[in-house]
């Protein structure tokens, strides 16, 4: 998969990492509000669903989608997750298991500015393996917004953006 959005931005906070990544969308901030926390939405560009009231504080299930249990083979489909902030429509943060995923909306003259920052606990899996994994999500939540479809989530190929990502750790 070539994207042709920049890649994120490696944060450090202690001994924790982090990316931030940010994109800019020509629809409203409450289109990608609606993207960002609908499960019908959610289908599309995240590999789970978020199940449970949205609501800070509200103990949540991050159920990943049965054709991505399937494709790689997930032993545990489905992970404590949590809501930190829940600010419609303009921010909403949620740990999902132990990693923290925030998003801002911030209205512009020619649609959104969406920042999204996550903080990766749990680095053993390789963070370019994330960083790449969250780059083909956004690319995936782009296209969704700005063309109202998306090709099968499940058919997103990362592998590109993992060297492209490890470059960055190095």
Same mark, same amino acid.
């Given at each position: ?17 982090? *990316?931030?990544? /940010?994109? %800019?969308? !020509?629809? &409203?901030?409450? #289109? ?7 499960? +019908? ?59 923290? *995923?925030?998003? /801002?909306? %911030?209205? !512009?003259? &020619?649609?959104? #500015? ?7 606990? +749990? ?48």
């Amino acid at each position: 998969m070539t994207s042709s959005h920049p890649l994120g931005e490696v944060l450090h906070d202690g001994g924790t990492i982090g *990316l931030q990544y /940010e994109r %800019h969308l !020509t629809h &409203s901030v409450e #289109r990608v509000w609606r993207a960002l926390t609908e499960s +019908d939405q959610l289908r599309h560009w995240l590999p789970v669903d978020i199940v449970g009231e949205r609501v800070v504080g509200g103990d949540l299930h991050a159920t990943f989608w049965p054709d991505v249990v399937e494709k790689y083979e997930i032993a545990e489909p489905t992970l404590p997750a949590r809501i930190l902030t829940w600010d419609p429509p303009h921010a909403f943060s949620w740990m999902w298991d132990r990693d923290t *995923l925030i998003f /801002e909306l %911030h209205p !512009t003259k &020619s649609g959104t #500015r969406l920042i999204f920052t996550t903080w990766i606990v +749990d680095t053993t899996a390789g963070v370019n393996n994330t960083g790449a994994g969250y780059h083909v999500c956004l690319d995936q939540l782009v296209e969704l917004i700005e063309i109202g479809s998306t090709p099968p989530f499940i058919d997103a190929d990362p592998s590109e953006l993992e060297g492209r990502y490890a470059a960055l750790f190095e």
